[in-house]
């Protein structure tokens, strides 16, 4: 018998968001958190993502939405607009978690819980060994991970998908069926119709054997992070690799430095970086070239300049940007600022503003020429660009680093980096406070 509780330890008053796509899987996860909702006085957000390649996908909403609403869930979506050129799936998957990471911050979520099951951890654990990984990778995906001020949790992955659809029947829980996951086009799909029903034909628990495999490479992984720290604190000054420092560590750890530092552009469970890309940035590390570059997935570049090598995400498609602030807004450089009710964080990441001493609303956008900022504790002001100069900010970052202005277009903060004479300290009068993570 299928119950969440038997793997994942649930408290009063949890707040989960749950990613929902209508299929067998992440219905069934939300009726086994419908059944203990009582139990725990569990609030249940279920954030649903439209990928709008199928007719169908709209019909899917509307089901979805209408059963939340059935059930006294609160019902949160989106609908994906536009696709670039990048890989369809990696594309969406981005998209998808950004949606979920904005909506586990609009409620404060503790979880955001995903269906992943025993299956797709097979699928994964496979395809990396045949793509080519580190030992983090090889593991698969995680069943637990922690984020900033959340946790992902995958608490159906001690079960299989046919266990989950087994379930579904027996309970009456609809769903539907999402016809693209039976075409061979997709790697994925290969390794679920062709390998893992004779991997399940050699032993039906073989999801579990795989789930140990896992466990224990994550654990090795974990002690090896540790002399990875190590090397990283000799070889990387903020996020740059000083090359010949990096030639000088064990062949391992460098390509665990590399794996590490790249980890800030790819979600743990994505399928994206192989050997051969790994490869790729030995060859750029290696060549004559004082300055030259390598495109990598995910609109991530390696660009190496002399002696430095760091990893920059293409932003041509980001170019400026303006938004009006309200309680959240998710920023084109993946950072949130979010409006919180207190802290006692006193660091460039918060502002604490006096709503009389400026004109709303607020608003959060990309630098522009000439922009200058009333520092805290100067008199006078200072170029927005000198500030950036005196930090190190790259010129890539430079042009997405958000920055707030009021409805006047005074510069009230520039998030993680400079305060503005209109931040108040902590023993002042002020009624809004903002945070930058």
Known sequence: MIKVEDHFVFH???IIVVGCSTGPDSMALVDLLLKIRDKYSLSIIVAHVNHNVRQQSYEEADFLKKYCEDNNLVFESMIIENYGDDNFHNEARNIRYQFFDTIVHKYGAHYLMTAHHGDDLIETV???IVRGSNLNGYGGFKEVVGMNDYAIVRPLVYYTKAELEEYDKENNVPYYIDCSNAKDTYTRNRYRKYVLPFLKEEDKDVHLKFLKYSKALQSAARFID??????INRVVVGETILIDKFLSEDSYLQKEILYYLLSNYYQDDLILLGDRHIQLIFQLILSKKVNA???LPNDVIARKNYNYLEFIREIDAISSYEIEFDKLILLPNQHIIEKIDSTDDNSNNICRLDSKEITLPLIVRSRRVGDKIAVKGLNGSKKIKDIFIDKK???????????????????VWIPGIKKSKF???????YDIILKYS
């Open 12 to 14: 009063k008053n949890d």
């Open 393 to 411: 900010i790259s010129m890539e970052k430079r042009d997405s680093w958000p920055i707030v202005v009021d409805s006047e277009g005074r510069v």
């Open 423 to 429: 931040d108040k300290k902590k023993n002042d009068y």
């Open 126 to 128: 496979l395809m990396r």
């Open 226 to 231: 540790k002399e990875r720290k190590k090397a």
């Open 293 to 295: 570059s390598i495109n």
